[in-house]
Nanobody, 116 residues
Framework: VQVVESGGGLVQPGGSLRLFCTYS????????LGWYRQAPGKQRELVAR???????EYGDAVKGRFASSRDNDKNTAFLQMNSLKPEDTAVYYC???????????WGQGTQVTVSS
């Protein structure tokens, strides 16, 4: 199983970025596709997670600004980030969970830096 994130970079406050997560080697249903982030000196936190059945959860810090979606045909998940703030600066990770309650598979992360 391989999970790869892309789309990170440097953006000014108030700007937007779109992250991509492509995964391969998973041939059965996926329970959840999640985005997490970790800033220096902080714990990894939930950004957004799409659970099978269509439920999407968002972390409190990003509600109303970020949107998560997926394209099953292309084995790709997306994270649209708008109205970015300096506190959104972090490494963003994609997590693919096949079975509920298992840790799933992680990508290597993509750096997002929000700064003027």
């Amino acid at each position: 199983v391989q999970v790869v994130e892309s789309g990170g970079g440097l953006v000014q406050p108030g700007g937007s970025l779109r992250l991509f997560c492509t995964y391969s080697g998973i041939h059965f249903g996926i329970y959840a596709l999640g985005w997490y982030r970790q800033a220096p000196g902080k714990q990894r936190e939930l950004v957004a997670r799409i659970i099978s059945g269509g439920v999407t959860e968002y972390g409190d810090a990003v509600k109303g600004r970020f949107a998560s979606s997926r394209d099953n045909d292309k084995n790709t998940a997306f994270l649209q980030m708008n109205s970015l703030k300096p506190e959104d600066t972090a490494v963003y990770y994609c997590n693919v969970v096949r079975v509920r309650g298992t840790p799933g598979y992680w990508g290597q992360g993509t750096q997002v830096t929000v700064s003027s």
